[in-house]
């Protein structure tokens, strides 16, 4: 005699689409260059924070996150660079917030937009290293690195600074004072 299976009456629960886990990523946030005295960088020869964030987090939430944990004053414009060999690499994706994403001439200059693009978006591993450039005139670079991406819900409120290497620079050098 034949007997086939019958299909249950409901889904079983592998079947089902779980909801993606959440996710936490370790960022160490360095300082590569901007204007600092030599006094400054003597003292401070690396500088840079480490940040725990939520992988629906935004690019422009890490920016925030970026901008207090270095003590800055005053906004100003940015951008996130992806896959390029250097900075400034005309390869590298760019992204930064809506209104830097047109030229003086109202056309889009090919960045993605900052405020839309979360961490879990960008197909990070642990490794990755990018890019981030902090006010155009004074030419903040600094150098992001995944150091890890966890599973699981993360504790208390996030972004927030982990670890603090080097003091923050001032966001304006006074110059006269390195004489």
């Known amino acids: 005699m034949n007997k086939t299976k019958r299909m249950p009456k ?15 990523y370790t960022l160490e ?10 006094s400054f960088t003597r003292k401070n020869r690396k500088i840079s924070r480490t940040i725990e964030a939520r992988g629906d987090h935004t690019l422009a939430d890490l920016h925030r996150a970026i901008f207090a944990a270095f003590n800055r004053e005053d906004e100003h414009m940015y951008e996130f660079q992806f896959g390029g060999r250097r900075p400034m690499d005309p390869e ?18 090919g960045s993605a ?59 304006y050098v006074n110059w006269d004072e390195e004489a």
Request: proline share 11%.
């Open 10 to 24: 409901k889904p079983l629960d592998s079947a089902k689409p779980r909801p993606r886990e959440k996710r936490v």
């Open 29 to 38: 946030v360095a300082i590569l260059s901007g204007p600092m005295t030599k």
């Open 92 to 109: 590298a994706r760019r992204y930064g917030p809506p209104m830097a994403m047109v030229d003086p001439f109202g056309e889009a200059d």
């Open 113 to 171: 937009d900052a405020e839309r693009s979360t961490l879990d978006s960008l197909g990070l591993a642990t490794g990755n290293v990018f890019g981030y450039w902090f006010d155009f005139g004074d030419d903040w670079w600094h150098q992001i690195e995944v150091l890890a991406i966890a599973d699981g819900a993360p504790r208390g409120k996030l972004p927030k600074v982990t670890r603090r290497v080097g003091e923050s620079p001032p966001q």
